[in-house]
């Protein structure tokens, strides 16, 4: 601004000094005008030299601006200093965008990045080893014609990337891949692939080692818990100091029976799919026959049952699941409620929800325990399960039933005051015949598999 002025203050006293030399010389007008010209020169020239400064190649950009003093030298000045700082910038970026690279390269898993279109942008090197994209090749390619997979499409045509997705490598069907995808910027994707093949094996490992296990102890119980059996039943025979070791030999094989059928179950919820084929099952009646089978065992405990529910509400699922996964809540909720209890059965189906719910007016389950009852194996208190008989495994299996049916199982307890177990399943799961219920079609016959 100083120099603005300055520069103004030049041109007038130009034109006054040309507009008193023109008076002495009789011809004011001429001499201002080429005062004028002059002054318009001299701005010519500078632009010029700022033309040529600016035109050198990149390679000399770096040279200090021409000489100048006055407005042009300002301008010089701040173009110099602009030019610096931009340099300065972009040197900063170009830094961190090859430390990302680098790092990125080292990885074991592949990144890619995704445009908004689907199409590939960036990866690493890991992704060629992956996923045998080729650079530049590759370059702007639709991932899913890369990729192809119905169900890689789906996932990532999805858009809800909570969960990662698993599939065999292209190419490659002994290695297992695990994709997640992020979304950042305008609708553009992160995607992370880790190689997951020996994950994978030791999974399957430990899955067949568990159903080969229980399976193999299978036998055994039984030959055991048939002698036991028949011991039992001539205990007169017996001397009286073996009378009170032998009936607990005999819980204590029924016990060892039930975490073997329990974990044979849950074996076989991990290995094998779901059934295409699934069953309309009426809830009313699923419910009656749990309850009957439920207090038939629990008879001593003389607990008040109440079921509500639409008798014409059906849900589809696989009916020997199910029937194991609601009769395991209820006959928790019978084996932890004091005698004469009250256990209630209900199911609600709505277009947002369709819940069936367990509820007992037992001793209800503190709060921090809550997040870890489905693991296996987790009890609140140890001797109080095994003196019920538990095994530890009842709600796993609920848990697993619940997954292969797309539904959660949500656990509300006030401690000292009773507990709700609600199995959240999609609404499209329930059926709702108004005429009456359905006949019911049985695929295979229910089998209490429960954890009792
Ligand atoms: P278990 O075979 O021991 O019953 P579960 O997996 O079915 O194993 O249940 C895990 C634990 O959750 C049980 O040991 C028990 O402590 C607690 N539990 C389950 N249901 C109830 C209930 N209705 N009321 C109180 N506690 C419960």
């Not at 159903?211 to 028949?230: C, D, F, M, Q, R």
């Not at 039943?233 to 073996?242: P, V």
């Not at 074996?267 to 699923?286: C, M, P, V, Y």
């Not at 693991?375 to 039933?401: N, P």
Request: glycine share 6%; aromatic share 8%; charged share 25%.
């Amino acid at each position: 601004m100083q120099n603005w002025r300055s520069e103004l203050n030049r041109l007038c006293v130009l034109l006054f000094l040309a507009g008193v030399l023109g008076y002495f010389l009789g011809h004011i007008s001429l001499v201002m005008l080429t005062s004028l010209f002059l002054y318009y020169l001299i701005n010519l020239y500078q632009l010029r030299r700022f033309n040529q400064w600016l035109s050198r190649d990149s390679s000399e950009s770096d040279s200090e601006p021409p000489v100048s003093v006055g407005l042009w030298g300002d301008i010089f000045d701040g173009i110099y200093r602009l030019q610096k700082q931009e340099r300065k910038a972009s040197s900063y970026l170009a830094n961190i965008i090859d430390k990302a690279q680098e790092s990125s390269s080292a990885l074991e898993m592949a990144v890619i990045m995704i445009n908004k279109q689907g199409n590939l942008d960036w990866w690493n090197f890991a992704a060629e080893k992956l996923l045998g994209f080729q650079y530049p090749k590759d370059r702007n390619q639709s991932i899913t014609n890369l990729l192809r997979d119905p169900r890689f499409s789906e996932y990532f045509h999805n858009g809800i990337y909570d969960e990662t997705f698993k599939m065999k490598a292209p190419g490659e069907s002994n290695k297992v891949l695990d994709f997640q995808i992020a979304l950042f910027g305008e609708n553009e994707r992160l995607m992370i692939v880790r190689d997951i093949t020996q994950l994978h094996r030791l999974e399957s490992m430990r899955k067949d080692f568990v159903g080969n296990v229980s399976h193999e102890l299978g036998t055994p119980i039984t030959v055991i818990k048939g002698y036991l059996e028949a011991i039992l039943d001539n205990l007169d025979e017996l001397d009286e100091k073996w009378h009170i070791p032998m009936q607990q030999m005999q819980q204590q094989s029924m016990r060892m029976e039930n975490i073997v059928r329990d974990l044979l179950m849950l074996s076989s919820l991990e290995t094998k799919g779901l059934t295409k084929s699934q069953d309309e099952i009426n809830l009313q009646q699923l419910f009656s026959e749990i309850e009957s089978d439920t207090q038939q065992m629990f008879k001593d405990k003389a607990h008040s049952f109440e079921i509500n529910c639409d008798p014409s509400l059906s849900i589809i699922g696989k009916r020997s699941e199910l029937y194991s996964a609601i009769s395991n809540l209820v006959s928790n909720a019978a084996k932890y409620t004091a005698s004469g209890g009250q256990i209630e059965l209900s199911a609600h189906a709505s277009e947002t929800s369709f819940d069936i719910e367990v509820r007992d007016n037992g001793p209800g389950i503190e709060n921090h325990h809550i997040p870890r009852l489905t693991e296996r194996f987790y009890r609140i208190d140890g001797s109080r399960s095994s003196d019920t008989g538990g095994t530890g495994l009842g709600l796993a299996i609920v848990k697993h039933v619940l997954a292969r049916h797309d539904a959660e199982l949500e656990i509300e307890s006030k401690f000292g005051e009773g507990s709700r177990f609600i199995c959240k399943l999609p609404p499209d799961r329930a059926i709702l015949h108004p005429d009456g219920p359905k006949a019911i079609e049985i695929s295979e016959p229910a089998e209490a598999e429960g954890s009792e």
